[in-house]
């Protein structure tokens, strides 16, 4: 079956082409810039619906549009999840897209304070549209102290049994430049033993001197 792949040629080849149609890709990042850069290049790889949580749309749209000349984002349709019912405006903007995109949710962790109940439904309604029209859904899910709250820890411990991939974005102990890409879940292939060495800047790329090859 064809992949969409990430545009990331070593983590393409990691991947045997890249990411499985239907898949929820959870992204884990401890900072906002690892996400940031992350997220605005796999939205730029195909049609993507990019739902904001915490940004307005229009801020939202000067966020991806400030790296157009380095991301074709002209595929990308941006919509902002506000006001006290954001997993229903979420819910609301599936139901009204008039073709296939991959769905971007940035990021989860408002989400996740909602009522359990109304947030894995939530999951459930993204999940089943990845699976009929066969699109990828990315959750990027910041790390910060506030997420030991019991509603929230419960609700991000759901996105990660329900996501097919899990990504771990962390800084690399011993190279500043270099961000460290650990695959901890990925239902369709055997995780990697080692984490990822990647190189975040205005293009990603895999680290050749450790770890995979390209």
Do not use: C
């Not at 759901?158 to 879940?185: C, F, H």
């Not at 080692?194 to 990603?204: F, M, P, S, V």
Request: hydrophobic fraction near 35%; charge should be negative.
């Amino acid at each position: 079956m064809a992949r969409y792949p990430t545009g990331i040629s070593g983590l393409d080849d990691e991947l045997d082409g890249g990411i499985m149609p239907g898949s929820l890709v959870a992204i884990e990042t401890d900072t906002t810039g690892q996400g940031d850069s992350m997220l605005r290049h796999l939205a730029a790889q195909q049609p993507t619906i990019y739902i904001s949580t915490t940004r307005g749309k229009e801020t939202a749209e000067m966020w991806l549009h400030d790296h157009q000349l380095l991301f074709d984002m002209t595929h990308v349709h941006i919509e902002y999840a506000g006001g006290d019912d954001k997993l229903g405006s979420i819910e609301s903007y599936l139901e009204g897209l008039e073709k296939p995109m991959n769905i971007m949710l940035d990021p989860v962790n408002r989400l996740a304070q909602r009522d359990e109940e109304e947030y894995l439904k939530t999951l459930h309604v993204l999940k089943s549209y990845l699976s009929q029209y066969r699109r990828i859904g990315y959750l990027h899910v910041q790390t910060t102290p506030r997420d030991d709250a019991e509603t929230i820890a419960q609700n991000l411990a759901a996105i990660y049994r329900t996501a097919d991939m899990v990504w771990k974005l962390s800084g690399s102990p011993r190279q500043s430049n270099i961000t460290e890409l650990q695959i901890t879940k990925h239902r369709a292939h055997q995780t990697p033993e080692q984490a990822i060495k990647l190189r975040i800047g205005a293009e990603i790329t895999v680290d050749p001197s450790r770890g995979i090859s390209i």
